[in-house]
């Protein structure tokens, strides 16, 4: 799928999950997390072919302007959505699948203490709510609900689960309560 593709894409995330958006226009002139999504969009596949310095300069611009940090080498499905983004950060090698959405303060980081992958996979349709912190090189599956400042560190998160407190206990399996522990990676 290209680049404009996924833009457009984006474009509907926003008017889906946000009722406060009228117009394309208006999400353009208006929502500024999908500025910093275009800016990703765009540099994403100058930094996959190795150009040095700029995608990250690029980015860094957008982190200036709209407090949203995206590494460009992350890999970020379409469908993407970012409500109010503000202190957002995305690290390097953080995957997110389609469809996903993702309110301000969310940190989807490293611990310091991997090489290789070190930040988070999120599954499709998968909800981080507002200073939800996500840490390590773990999965949170598909359908997941992380809840408002959940805090989750080196613990996987199955499909269709509900993760809420810190740290993160799972609340709700297939639509069912339940109290399940979260399982650690190694």
Not at 49 to 56: K, Y
Not at 66 to 77: N, Q, S
Not at 156 to 161: E, I, L, Y
Request: glycine residues 10%.
């Amino acid at each position: 799928m290209d680049v404009f593709t996924k833009i457009v894409k984006d474009f509907k995330a926003v008017k889906k999950n946000d009722p406060a958006s009228k117009s394309y226009l208006e999400i353009f002139l208006c929502h500024t997390p999908i500025w910093t999504i275009i800016s990703y969009r765009l540099m994403n596949p100058l930094a996959k072919i190795g150009i040095p310095i700029l995608p990250r300069f690029i980015m860094t611009l957008s982190k200036i302007i709209t407090g949203i940090e995206i590494h460009p080498l992350a890999k970020i499905g379409e469908g993407f959505f970012i409500d109010h983004g503000q202190a957002t950060v995305i690290g390097e090698t953080a995957v997110i699948g389609k469809n996903c959405v993702l309110f301000h303060n969310v940190t989807l980081g490293g611990t310091g203490k991997h090489i290789g992958k070190r930040h988070p996979t999120l599954g499709n349709n998968v909800y981080v709510g507002t200073g939800a912190t996500l840490l390590g090189p773990i999965t949170i599956g598909n359908n997941a609900r992380i809840g408002a400042e959940t805090f989750i560190i080196m613990h996987n998160v199955p499909n269709n689960a509900t993760v809420v407190g810190v740290p993160g206990k799972i609340v709700k399996l297939n639509g069912k309560k339940t109290s399940k522990k979260l399982a650690k990676t190694k």
